[in-house]
């Protein structure tokens, strides 16, 4: 089992910076891949980006790529999500997880935190 935490949503102004934090526990985090999904309100949850387990390897969704930056820390057991030039169309909550491999696909993780919620301000 692998326990995942976000924190750092909140209301930012468009073009403003937020920056998310997962904080996982459990079993090895640093042999799992990890991703940032989204989900706004009527819509189906969405891949925003994902990083290997070594952190050699990065995603990004169209959307975000350029304005988005994905890390992690294996020593802390955390994964990041920095977020710039944000835009009224980020706004969603936003969930880490954790998947055996490298993917793109909500199918392809295991475990999930319970989300947090950042909204955009035009």
């Known amino acids: 089992q692998v326990q995942l935490v976000e924190s750092g949503g909140g209301l930012v102004q468009a073009g403003g910076s937020l920056r998310l934090s997962c904080a996982a526990s459990?079993?090895?985090?640093?042999?799992?891949?990890m991703g940032w999904f989204r989900q706004a309100p009527g819509k189906e949850r969405e891949f925003v980006a994902t990083?290997?387990?070594?952190?050699?390897?990065?995603y990004y969704a169209a959307s975000v790529k350029g304005r988005f930056t994905i890390s992690r820390d294996n020593a802390k057991n955390t994964v990041s999500l920095q977020m710039n030039s944000l835009k009224s169309e980020d706004t969603a909550v936003y969930y880490c997880?954790?998947?055996?491999?490298?993917?793109?696909?909500?199918?392809?993780?295991?475990?999930w935190g319970q989300g947090t919620q950042v909204t955009v301000s035009s």
């Open positions: 997880a954790a998947a055996p491999r490298f993917s793109v696909s909500n199918l392809g993780y295991d475990y």
């Open positions: 990083i290997s387990w070594t952190g050699g390897r990065t």
């Open positions: 459990g079993r090895t985090f640093s042999s799992y891949a």
